[in-house]
């Protein structure tokens, strides 16, 4: 039963979208208020948890080997927060057409971690791969590291082989994916941090409402944002923004190491990507799932520098 309706999502997201439209704008409407906006743990008890589905999934649903065309559709594997622990991995990363990575590659972004990473990435079988920075990738944050000769020679290496999304979009086969790095202020100490609600808001409204993907480091509040205290760590103002206008098939994030895994609201499938536990132990599994190709064309990238080091892919 749950195939059929993660079918469903896929195969008539019009359908869905219009079904689920009026119930996202009326809890919006009623909900939030100037009392909670940007607290996500007050958000989440005093209203997400009451009034909207946040369900759990089995991982085996978003694929199906028996129906899989290469021909027909696009098998994404999802990872995040490796950590420079690639080497401890237990399993190999399982094989697909593109593979995600939502950012926390580096301990702190150091050059040898950075490296250590693109190597990595270049070992694996993947035809393409997407790539986000998070929080810990700090040297990768122009707003701090203006002149970085890291954030060039990562970049740069990145681009002949892979795709680097910064508030960016990668079109594969028509499926339209949009990546961005930044979190909701921790401590001010890393990478990528904005302020809730203005900042993390004004962010938000830079990504595209035809996004089928959105490839971010931070999850929205509610879905995979639990932390071992029972805190939630996600965003507010991003939650809104998907659930009111972007509304992507799916979001994959990772950052929350304790909260890994895959839950729905009913209109988007949220997948927290997370390889490295809580413990910082490299134990958890990529999530895989499948889309429909949306068109023949391979790739087509937001920066004009990208897309002419990658016509080679
Ligand atoms: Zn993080």
């Known amino acids: 039963m749950h195939k059929r309706w993660i079918r469903s999502i896929s195969s008539s997201k019009k ?35 009451k009034k909207q589905r946040h369900d759990r999934l089995d991982p ?16 994404f594997v999802c990872t995040s927060d490796t950590h420079n622990l690639t080497e401890r ?5 399982p094989y697909g057409d593109v593979l995600l990575h939502a950012g926390d590659f580096t301990q702190e972004g150091e050059m040898c971690q950075v490296e250590q990473f693109s190597e990595w990435l270049e070992s ?10 998070g929080n810990h990738d700090l040297t990768l944050d122009a707003g701090r590291f203006p002149q970085n000769h890291i954030r060039d020679a990562f970049i740069g290496r990145l681009q002949r082989s892979c795709i680097y999304l910064e508030d960016s ?15 909701p202020e921790y401590n001010g100490k890393w ?24 490839l971010s480091h931070t999850p929205p509040v509610g ?5 071992a205290d029972s805190s939630r760590a996600g965003c507010v103002n991003l939650l809104q923004q998907v659930q009111l206008r972007i509304k992507p098939q799916y979001q994959v994030f990772g950052h929350v190491q304790e909260d890994s895994g895959i839950t729905t609201d009913g209109q988007t499938i ?42 080679n892919v």
Request: charged content about 25%; some cysteine.
């Open 15 to 49: 359908k869905t979208k219009k079904k689920t439209c009026n119930e996202f704008e009326e809890f919006w409407k009623n909900s939030y208020t100037q009392y909670i906006h940007g607290i996500p743990t007050v958000f989440y008890k005093s209203e997400l948890s």
């Open 60 to 75: 085996v649903l978003l694929y199906d080997d028996s129906t899989y065309n290469p021909a027909t559709k696009v098998r």
């Open 89 to 93: 991995f237990t399993k190999p990363v």
């Open 124 to 133: 694996l079988p993947h035809r393409i791969k997407i790539v986000i920075a």
């Open 169 to 183: 979009t990668a079109i594969i086969n028509g499926i339209k994916i949009y990546g961005t790095p930044w979190i």
């Open 191 to 214: 990478g990528f941090e904005l302020k809730r609600e203005d900042e993390c808001s004004a962010k938000w409204r830079e990504i595209p409402s035809d996004t089928d993907i959105l």
């Open 223 to 227: 879905h995979g944002d639990r932390c």
């Open 270 to 311: 949220f997948i927290n990507a997370a390889m490295c536990n809580e413990k910082m132990k490299p134990v958890l599994d990529p999530v895989v799932f499948d889309m429909d190709k949306k068109s023949e064309e391979m790739l087509l990238v937001s920066s004009t520098s990208q897309w002419n080091a990658l016509t």
